[in-house]
């Protein structure tokens, strides 16, 4: 569950349900590729002032659930995963990289929106959960962390 983030001057919870595709929406998620993905995202919670509450693959796209602080909008933490991610997933699975052609790891485009902390943060985890037809959860974290 989400805990508030404590600055000097401000007491945040700001969640956000984002929703990548996979380019050509190519079925590329596998058990090497879910791997990467969520050891590149565990590793972003070390060196950025996010976490992700959730991750989870389908055959085409990746659900996140992600708390960030209000400094990175939703745009930047769009930026900062698919770039991230995308780059350690070629490196580090080149087979992706040939079912692309080659080309970019994700869409240009993407969903965002943010999780309301009273109520809603649980309905968006079962909508994610039964979106897909064959969705996989690859990480979960009900832990209290400190930042």
Request: with cysteine; proline share 2%.
């Amino acid at each position: 569950m989400s805990e508030y983030i404590h600055k000097s001057h401000n007491e945040t919870v700001l969640l956000y349900h984002l929703v990548f595709p996979a380019k050509y929406r190519r079925a590329v998620f596998d058990e090497a590729v879910d791997g990467v993905l969520r050891d590149v995202c565990l590793d972003l919670e070390r060196r950025y002032q996010l976490k992700f509450m959730e991750i989870g693959t389908d055959k085409d796209h990746v659900h996140f659930l992600v708390q960030s602080v209000p400094a990175y909008s939703g745009t930047k933490l769009v930026t900062l995963i698919k770039s991230i991610t995308a780059r350690e997933v070629f490196r580090l699975c080149p087979h992706v990289k040939k079912q692309l052609w080659g080309g970019e790891f994700w869409t240009d485009g993407y969903f965002v929106s943010t999780v309301g902390r009273h109520g809603d943060e649980d309905t968006i985890r079962d909508y994610v959960k039964k979106h897909g037809d064959v969705y996989q959860q690859l990480y979960e974290d009900r832990q209290l962390a400190l930042f």
